[in-house]
């Protein structure tokens, strides 16, 4: 049988820090766990000791501190309608939260984890024995990308919906670590490499998310999926706006990291557009096929551009 | 292990839990509390759902220890010394439980949803349901059973609810709207499903599957799973040598694989161990060497001549991978095409469906001085039955199957499946009992499912709209084994046959066999793609001869009382009355071909059987027989082969009886599906069960009152025939005589004892004498018709179903709302077919195994459904009644792909209906800038 499990539910950020560093590779961090404990369940990952954080309750504080708005990584989807500062200032990233998984879902699952939420692909996730039987994909040890047929790089999905809302509200991770406190642009974690979607430690813990309040946004965000619940984005894309004029095109689903154009506005739309389906690198690992997912994120994205100027 | 303490219901409880097992599974298992539901094991369905601390929360993917020391809910707890919960008697009154396997979790989500929210509105209920998944009611009656509770909550009471029916014809039980029998006990989660039976020191069942499609079995080493602490059998293929399949004529199948495997997931080896997670661990261990063989993967591949030994079964006279060919002619179809004034053909191509019912696949299995005992989750006891004395070579007298609750079937848990040989054979070997549970992905893997298909048809009329010639060329992936497959073949093409009058009427079907997980019957066996195609034409047909689709349909139906093509008996048809009612309330005249370019409105018809009039089995035995037994105390016991797997059979059978004696149903006891306490009945499938056991319970109804009456007669000196039998009273006409049930029943009783009849159904003798000529034959038929209306985006192809109007002709609906119940779920799983759902492959592996892949339409995604059911009252049903469970789904989903027709001019060919494809046709229809009408 397995070595000894162990579960553990700290209740500080330190303690849990202390933990994940007594079990290096050996750990995982647990909140809401609809995401992190299904994977486990496949098989995608297993580990000895789950650190159950949701007993850490200094990471469910929504606060204004400065010029700034501190979302706890622990305040739950369901819960960030339930702020006012939220709900003024950003409602577009209230809609995106509402519109992942399923109600029940978004009552465990936390903002935290789902910008932390692992890449997804057809051909990873599934059951060991799936995995065996198709041979293994590059994320999972193998040599070859299964969805392209062969390619030597791993295109799973970045999946989260909330994340392109807040990369479009230039939102910042706070992230504890052995070495410190770090505040890192939020687009900064992700690599764009499918198998280690993002460059945080294995012992760091995200414990904030901080969005500026000094920048007024319009966010235009927009999600397809064949079901109008449950599922997995195919094409997540929020379009920001500023005060200033900047724009931002944030896009999930079709690439292993969010895309992210920046421009200005008034710029040409039709080549903001073609800007980010060019640095988009979409397979065929979706309800929806590769040459659809561009064709609409084009749509998306021309479309919310339109609403702009 | 650690020890934990969680407060359920108000009970403390304390356990030791493994540190990262899930809290559904202490619930279950630990605390033995197993209303809590796993459906998926992945947080995607909601049975599960429970409240720890004031929250709802997902058990199976919710560390245990997580909550240790909470107060928790679970639907055990919901109703109080008081009686139910608000909500749970809702449930009830409204027909919101059907199989009641997704009830608990239903019941603890709105629980919550309406703490928070308690005045919501129907997209509100529809929101806060979408991550539970329900196969069975289509949500309709579960979404009205949560806003009328919140409106009486709320002091508000609803307008426009069901009035009681008038008591028709005398009628007393038949008629009335009732909760299933069962639906307390579903709706309070102590209904108890194959898996929550717990078995005194049973063992845990896991597989090991095979990893290649096609392969020749070269070694398998089981000695490092031997040797794992709490392993104690491992179980291969050789160790089961008898073949089986549920028709005699494709026994093709071994339990565990010998020498070569045909799909990828079908089981290898069987480790029996102390736990679950110690089987499981020892299938890792077992070391299995294969040889790959070449793969059959697609139709084409599988069409393609093959060596003798690349075959994927060596039986079988054809020199490629077809499994049968099915073909009738009636009349010349090439001079019939070449005659008629319109033709159209088009070429169709079905994905393969999957049942998706919520309950996975569990049985438990146990030997001892009786032989056999297995408890499953079957549709069908009786083939269970034949197909375990078989394979374990032991006479039918010593094995007995229990059916215990179902949580839903579909079709699905028709066939006798390997995973309930292997615990029956494993528990031999051990001596002990032996239980599985299989996981969603094994449930998928294990399949049955709708065939995937391809076909070309042609039709041809004339051009004032009549149906002249129908030829059909039909291939059906079959998947590794037969399974009912050759059924299938024939209903493909047989079941064109009607509802219009079609003289000139030919199909071929071939079913292959091909390396991916058999297909088998599901919900409107085998003619629900080649139903979609021939709506698909005729709606093509009309608009070529600008004729409207209603119309055109209505001058074609068959009549009452009239004979098909190929003989199949027509008695009563209500296609007429169906259509008319679904366009009149949709306003089809004034709207369809009407509507703004984006927005339509289509119509479909449909037919089915009403129970197959031939058995699988060829034998003398009655389709059904059902024994009442009544002793002092006035109960009548019914027992009936019967399947219940959530559509209410066991209600109706009381119904049955309720009517004929004229007691109340708290007089009645059913007990349904035991080989051992209840006579033969073939089971759930073909849409049988109202039709045959029901008139097998009425006859023994009848039977019974005839013993009751005699009685009276011989010991009161008046006549038989002058007594009555009506609201637990036996008295004559003139009511000298008035005796209540119990004074009755003492004097049937007295110097006698209980007394036990039995009452039977025999089909009578049907159809021609050509070959092929009984595939499709049934007593009665059913009929109806749906318009959908529909809204396509242009420019991403999405399309949306805005509302579905259904009529079925169901004879007589014994229960109006569970007739409804049926009726909505079926038009929901069609709309799944039509609009998300597929079993999806790649080199033979189901991609999509899960409910978050697959696609069964959430309750936001499901719209209105305008139900409505016909009564025409068949002169061979039980007071007239026929089905309404598997028919319902044919006209839905041509009905939205016709839709879409009306909207963008667009045809639909392929299923599912993928935004990507409509926005394609879109494109186009606008580049070619085909005219609207085409002529020939």
């Known amino acids: 049988m397995t070595s000894e499990r162990l579960y553990t539910k700290p209740t500080s950020v330190q303690e849990a820090l202390q933990t994940a560093r007594e079990y290096k590779n050996d750990f995982a961090f647990i909140a809401g766990g609809t995401d992190a404990l299904v994977n486990k369940y496949q098989g995608n990952v297993d580990y000895n000791c789950m650190i159950d954080i949701t007993g850490l309750h200094e990471l ?52 935290g984890g789902n910008v932390l939420c692992e890449n997804r692909c057809s051909y990873y996730n599934q059951s060991e024995f799936w995995r065996e039987a198709v041979g293994y994909c590059l994320k999972c040890e193998g040599d070859i990308c299964i969805a392209t047929g062969g390619k030597k790089a791993c295109f799973s999905k970045f999946v989260s919906d909330t994340a392109p809302v807040l990369i479009a509200a230039n939102a910042r991770l706070e992230v504890h670590d052995t070495d410190g406190v770090r505040i890192i642009p939020l687009e900064a974690i992700y690599t764009g490499d499918g198998i280690k979607p993002r460059n945080l430690s294995p012992t760091s813990l995200v414990t904030r998310i901080v969005l500026p309040l000094t920048t007024e946004y319009q966010i235009i965000f927009r999600k397809l999926r064949p079901r109008e619940a449950v599922d997995f984005t195919s094409l997540t894309t929020a379009v920001s706006l500023d005060k200033a004029g900047l724009v931002r095109i944030v896009v999930g689903g079709v690439d292993p990291k969010p895309v992210v154009i920046d421009g200005k506005k008034g710029e040409d739309k039709d080549a903001l557009v073609k800007k980010a389906l060019s640095k988009c690198r979409v397979v065929d690992n979706d309800y929806y096929s590769r040459n659809y997912r561009r064709d609409m994120m084009q749509l998306f994205l021309k479309e919310s551009l339109d609403q702009m100027w | 292990m650690k020890q934990a303490t969680y407060i359920v219901n108000g009970k403390k409880y304390n356990v030791l839990v493994e540190p990262h097992e899930m809290l559904s599974d202490v619930i279950r298992y630990k605390i033995g509390l197993t209303g809590t539901k796993e459906g998926c094991s992945q947080g995607s369905c909601g049975a599960c759902t429970i409240i720890a601390n004031n ?84 949500y309709k009656k579960v979404i009205e059973a949560v806003a009328e509770y919140a409106m009486e909550s709320n002091g508000l009471y609803p307008g426009g609810v069901h009035k009681a029916p008038a008591r028709e014809e005398g009628l007393r039980a038949v008629g009335v709207r009732r909760p299933l029998i069962e639906a307390v006990k579903k709706v309070q989660g102590i209904a108890e499903y194959a898996d929550d039976i717990a078995v005194k020191d049973a063992l845990h069942v896991k597989f090991l599957r095979s990893t290649h499609a096609h392969a020749k079995i070269d ?99 054809f020199n490629n991978n077809i499994h049968k060919k099915a073909e009738l002619r009636f009349g010349d179809q090439k001079q019939g095409l070449k005659d008629a004034d319109v033709v159209s053909t088009m070429s169709f191509g079905f994905e393969g469906i999957n049942h998706g019912f919520m309950e996975p696949h569990a049985a438990t299995a146990w030997w001892d001085e009786n032989g056999l005992t297995m408890v499953s989750a079957t549709q069908v006891t009786h083939y269970l039955h034949r197909a375990l004395a078989k394979t374990m070579e032991v006479p039918l007298s010593r094995v007995r199957v229990i059916k215990p609750y179902i ?97 000139n009427f030919g199909f071929r079907t071939l079913r292959v066999y091909s390396n991916k997980p058999q297909c088998g019957a599901m919900r409107g066996h085998g003619a629900v793609n080649s139903r979609f195609a021939v709506e698909s034409l005729i709606d093509d047909i009309a608009h070529r001869i600008n004729m409207d689709p209603v119309d055109l349909r209505m001058k074609n139906f068959l009549d009452s009382n009239s004979l098909t ?60 027989t059902v024994h009442l037994k009544v002793d002092f105390d006035g109960r009548v016991l019914v027992t ?57 319970a009425k006859n023994a109804a009848e039977n019974l009152k005839l013993e009751i009456a005699n009685a009276i007669a011989a010991k009161k000196g008046v006549a038989a025939e002058e007594l009555n039998f009506t609201d637990d009273t036996v008295f004559t006409n003139d009511k000298s005589l008035v005796l209540s049930w119990l004074e009755a029943i003492e004097i049937l009783t007295a110097h006698r004892g209980a007394v036990s009849v ?170 070619q800038h085909q005219p609207l009408t085409i002529t020939v």
Not at chain 2, 578 to 604: C, F, N, T
Not at chain 2, 648 to 672: C, H, N, P, R
Not at chain 2, 838 to 856: A, C, P, S, T, W
């Open chain 1, 60 to 111: 469910k504080q929504v606060s204004v501190s400065g010029n700034d708005l501190s979302i706890g990584a622990l305040v739950r989807l369901d819960d960030l309608g339930k702020f006012g500062m939220i709900t003024d200032r950003f409602p577009a990233l209230v809609q995106a939260a509402g519109e992942v998984a399923s109600p029940m879902l978004r009552k465990s699952a936390t903002l």
């Open chain 2, 55 to 138: 929250e709802p929360v997902l058990s199976c993917i919710t560390p245990a220890l997580r909550f240790d020391g909470a107060q928790i809910l679970t639907i055990e707890g919901v109703a109080t010394v008081d009686g139910l919960h608000g909500l749970q008697q809702k449930f009830l009154d409204k027909g919101a439980v059907q199989c009641g396997f997704c009830t608990p979790g239903m019941v603890m989500t709105a629980i919550d949803f309406l703490k928070h929210n308690p005045k919501p509105t129907t997209d509100e209920i529809k929101l806060a349901l979408s991550g539970n998944l329900c196969r069975c009611t289509g």
């Open chain 2, 219 to 317: 070694h398998i080493d089981t000695s490092e799973a031997m040797a794992l602490e709490g392993v104690r059998y491992v179980a291969l293929g050789h160790e089961i040598p008898v073949t089986f399949g549920v028709l005699p004529i494709s026994q093709d199948e071994n339990a565990i694989a010998i020498e070569k495997v045909r799909y990828i997931g079908e089981i290898v080896a069987a480790v029996a161990a102390d736990s679950e997670s110690i089987a499981a661990e020892a299938c890792k261990l077992i070391k299995v060497k294969y040889t790959p063989l070449r793969e059959f993967l697609t139709i084409d591949d599988s069409l393609a001549e093959v060596m003798p030994e690349e075959k994927i079964h060596n039986e079988g006279k």
């Open chain 2, 407 to 503: 949580g839903g079937g579909f079709g699905g848990k028709g066939d006798p499946f390997p995973h309930e040989i292997i615990v029956a054979h494993i528990a031999r070997k051990v001596r002990k009992p032996v239980r599985v549970v299989l996981t969603r992905e094994e449930v998928f893997i294990t399949n049955h499912g709708r065939h995937p298909s391809r076909m070309t048809i042609s039709l041809g009329a004339s051009n004032d709209g009549i149906l002249q010639v129908l030829d059909a060329d039909i291939n059906i992936d079959g998947g590794a084994y037969g399974s009912f497959g050759v059924v299938t073949s024939y209903y493909n093409g047989v079941l064109l046959q009607a509802p219009y009058k079609l003289n």
């Open chain 2, 565 to 624: 093509v190929g003989q199949y008996r027509i008695t009563s048809n209500g296609s007429r009355e169906s259509i008319q009612v679904v366009a009149k309330q949709s306003d089809w005249y004034e709207r369809h071909g009407k509507m703004e370019y984006g927005h339509g409105l289509g119509v479909g018809c449909g037919f089915f059987i009403s129970g197959s009039a031939l058995p699988i089995i060829w034998n003398e035995l009655p389709q059904s």
């Open chain 2, 640 to 696: 009936s082969g019967a399947n219940d797997i959530g559509q209410g059979s066991d209600t109706m059978l009381a119904i049955m009886v309720s009517e004929v004696l004229g007691i109340g149903m708290d007089k009645i006891f059913v007990i349904g599906a035991d080989t051992l306490l209840t006579p033969v009945d073939l089971g759930s499938y073909s849409s049988r069960v109202t039709f045959m056991a029901g008139n097998a």
């Open chain 2, 758 to 927: 039995s009452g039977k159904y025999i089909s009578p003798k049907l159809g021609g004498d050509f070959k092929g000529a009984g595939a499709g034959l049934s007593p009665s038929y059913s009929f109806g018709a749906c318009v959908a209306e529909v809204t396509v985006n242009t420019s991403t192809g999405h399309v949306k179903v805005n509302n579905i109007w259904g009529a079925h002709d169901c004879g007589k609906a014994l229960n109006p709302m569970t007739v409804e119940g049926q009726l909505e779920g079926s038009w929901h799983m069609g709309m799944g077919q039509a609009m998300s759902e597929e079993m999806k492959y790649y080199n033979g592996l189901l991609v999509n195994n899960n409910f978050i892949d697959y696609k069964i339409p959430t309750a936001l995604d499901t719209p209105p459904i305008h139900t409505n059911y016909i009564e025409t009252i068949d002169p061979e049903g039980p007071f007239g009644a026929k089905e309404c469970g598997e028919g319902a789904i044919h006209p839905v989903i041509p009905a939205i792909s016709n839709a879409i027709f009306d909207a963008v001019g667009i045809r639909i060919t392929k299923l599912p209906i993928r935004s990507e494809d409509v926005l394609e046709l879109i494109k186009q229809k606008k580049s």
